[in-house]
Nanobody
């Protein structure tokens, strides 16, 4: 059975940086894009960034220039590099492979002084 597991998380200062890995195991469809979503308290889950099988990336305007999504196929891992973090970035972050219905369990990112 396919699984996506995010690891790490915790508290980071405003303007700080954080890197979140999402490790995949099982039967993952490599051709499908991987993506990161986030869900702030009391809010819906929103798309953040995606990466295709050939490495093309897209990030939403609110994180563009600050967040970078990448993948390491040898490790079956997708990463979200978060720089210049703002309190508004505080959320539970989830990774998923689009088209598979597979989601990670989520990892908390809290940006606060």
């Amino acid at each position: 059975q396919a699984q996506l597991v995010e690891s790490g998380g915790g508290l980071v200062q405003p303007a700080g940086s954080l890197r979140r890995p999402c490790a995949a195991s099982g039967t993952i469809f490599r051709i499908m894009p991987w993506a990161w979503y986030r869900q702030a308290p009391g809010k819906q889950r929103d798309f953040v960034a995606s990466i295709t099988d050939n490495g093309a990336t897209y990030t939403v305007d609110s994180v563009k220039g600050r967040f970078t999504i990448s993948r390491d196929n040898a490790k079956n891992t997708v990463y979200l590099q978060m720089n210049s973090l703002k309190p508004e970035d505080t959320a539970v972050y989830y990774c998923t492979q689009l088209g598979t219905g597979i989601w990670g369990q989520g990892t908390q990112v809290t940006v606060s002084s």
